[in-house]
């Protein structure tokens, strides 16, 4: 058993002083005092303490990306979110070959289970199943209609598939997989579909949205599309919060209508924790400059956001209180997925952070072991 002294604990959407938390692989309790059979004791020194975060789109990061379909590449992953308070992570996909695809989805399969950093807890696939009008970052010339023969063998491991639903055969893919598959997550996204459409696939199984605004038709006071959908709907959403993606007056507005539905994500790709210069996503050249990704023609390629920068963005610019933004990268996403992550409870896995008013990361806490000290 091991403890956490001196620390604000953020306890059921509160801050708890004055309180040890007593954990091993799982959170046990929290203590008035420590027990004899503790047999580590970590201060905090006052600061927060935190669930982990979880990140469900997130492509790469120091240097490294899903799409190298190695455990190498994985595992560089793994280990550098730990920095940016992350324990665990969709590995994310781009649309690539459908032997591309198959690569990065088999290697995710066969070695997830083995990263020492950051927990991978499935895969988001993010394409090839888009619309190709809206196609931002992704490589039109890979999208295809939805099937679930290029999918089939990886089911289990897949958590959440990003879709345009107006696209021939989405209504039936989404469907079927709701029916069958309902630990995968269905979200819109890389998608024009109208307001209409929008809230009839929300019907066949559509849940989520991806990265709200973001390669999707605008908002119109006449024509609401797919934001005026989400807006109108209790489905969950996510968003980039590096104030590239998206002015700090949306996020704030975001926040205001989608309140607990709304997840922060990073969509970083390999340049995250790096610096300034050339790199590649989905096989198309990226430069990053100044904390924005774009490709040559100047289409945003991602991000190198870290998820505790997003919550310090979002707590400064967009009006969320520090519960809110802890939240909606811990609470809210572990319950999207369904798994027994994101909370201070006993039972729950033992993924925390310790992180100061400026949510700099002190210690990254992951099943019970400390994996990062800053």
Same mark, same amino acid.
């Given at each position: 058993?091991?403890?956490?002294?001196?620390?604000?604990?953020?306890?059921?959407?509160?801050?708890?002083?004055?309180?040890?938390?007593?954990?091993?692989?799982?959170?046990?309790?929290?203590?008035?005092?420590?027990?004899?059979?503790?047999?580590?004791?970590?201060?905090?020194?006052?600061?927060?303490?935190?669930?982990?975060?979880?990140?469900?789109?997130?492509?790469?990061?120091?240097?490294?990306?899903?799409?190298?379909?190695?455990?190498?590449?994985?595992?560089?992953?793994?280990?550098?979110?730990?920095?940016?308070?992350?324990?665990?992570?969709?590995?994310?996909?781009?649309?690539?070959?459908?032997?591309?695809?198959?690569?990065?989805?088999?290697?995710?399969?066969?070695?997830?289970?083995?990263?020492?950093?950051?927990?991978?807890?499935?895969?988001?696939?993010?394409?090839?199943?888009?619309?190709?009008?809206?196609?931002?970052?992704?490589?039109?010339?890979?999208?295809?209609?939805?099937?679930?023969?290029?999918?089939?063998?990886?089911?289990?491991?897949?958590?959440?598939?990003?879709?345009?639903?107006?696209?021939?055969?989405?209504?039936?893919?989404?469907?079927?997989?709701?029916?069958?598959?309902?630990?995968?997550?269905?979200?819109? *996204?890389?998608?024009?579909? /109208?307001? @209409?459409?929008? =809230?009839?696939?929300? !019907?066949? %199984?559509?849940?989520?949205?991806?990265? #709200?605004?973001?390669?999707?038709?605008?908002?119109?006071?006449?024509?609401?599309?797919?934001?005026?959908?989400?807006?109108?709907?209790?489905?969950?959403?996510?968003?980039?919060?590096?104030?590239?993606?998206?002015?700090?007056?949306?996020?704030?507005?975001?926040?205001?209508?989608?309140?607990?539905?709304?997840?922060?994500?990073?969509?970083?790709?390999?340049?995250?924790?790096?610096?300034?210069?050339?790199?590649?996503? *989905?096989?198309?050249?990226? /430069?990053? @400059?100044?904390? =924005?990704?774009?490709? !040559?023609? %100047?289409?945003?390629?991602?991000?190198? #956001?870290?998820?505790?920068?997003?919550?310090?963005?979002?707590?400064?610019?967009?009006?969320?209180?520090?519960?809110?933004?802890?939240?909606?990268?811990?609470?809210?996403?572990?319950?999207?997925?369904?798994?027994?992550?994101?909370?201070?409870?006993?039972?729950?896995?033992?993924?925390?952070?310790?992180?100061?008013?400026?949510?700099?990361?002190?210690?990254?806490?992951?099943?019970?072991?400390?994996?990062?000290?800053?």
């Amino acid at each position: 058993m091991k403890t956490i002294i001196n620390a604000k604990l953020i306890v059921d959407d509160r801050i708890v002083e004055g309180k040890q938390l007593l954990f091993d692989d799982k959170i046990i309790s929290l203590s008035d005092e420590t027990p004899a059979e503790c047999v580590e004791i970590i201060d905090a020194g006052g600061a927060y303490v935190s669930p982990g975060f979880i990140d469900i789109h997130i492509h790469g990061s120091g240097g490294a990306d899903v799409m190298d379909s190695t455990p190498e590449a994985l595992q560089t992953i793994s280990s550098i979110l730990l920095r940016t308070g992350t324990t665990s992570f969709l590995a994310t996909t781009m649309t690539m070959s459908e032997k591309a695809i198959d690569k990065a989805l088999r290697n995710v399969k066969e070695h997830a289970e083995t990263m020492e950093g950051a927990k991978i807890l499935g895969i988001h696939l993010e394409g090839p199943f888009l619309n190709p009008e809206k196609h931002g970052a992704q490589d039109r010339q890979y999208i295809r209609e939805p099937s679930i023969e290029l999918i089939e063998p990886y089911l289990d491991q897949i958590r959440m598939i990003t879709i345009a639903p107006e696209m021939p055969e989405a209504e039936s893919f989404i469907k079927y997989l709701s029916k069958h598959y309902p630990h995968i997550v269905l979200s819109i *996204g890389h998608s024009e579909a /109208t307001f @209409e459409q929008s =809230k009839e696939s929300f !019907d066949w %199984g559509i849940s989520h949205a991806t990265h #709200l605004f973001n390669a999707m038709n605008p908002y119109h006071h006449r024509k609401p599309g797919i934001v005026g959908a989400v807006f109108d709907s209790d489905i969950s959403c996510d968003i980039i919060a590096d104030l590239v993606h998206t002015h700090p007056s949306v996020l704030k507005l975001v926040h205001r209508v989608k309140g607990e539905r709304l997840i922060l994500i990073t969509d970083a790709m390999r340049a995250g924790c790096m610096k300034n210069g050339i790199y590649d996503l *989905g096989g198309r050249r990226v /430069t990053v @400059e100044e904390g =924005k990704a774009t490709l !040559d023609d %100047g289409t945003l390629a991602g991000s190198v #956001l870290k998820m505790n920068d997003a919550l310090k963005h979002m707590t400064e610019a967009a009006g969320m209180t520090l519960i809110e933004a802890v939240n909606a990268v811990t609470k809210v996403p572990g319950e999207k997925l369904g798994l027994k992550k994101g909370e201070l409870k006993s039972g729950y896995d033992a993924d925390m952070v310790i992180f100061d008013e400026d949510f700099s990361i002190i210690t990254t806490i992951v099943n019970g072991e400390v994996k990062y000290k800053g």
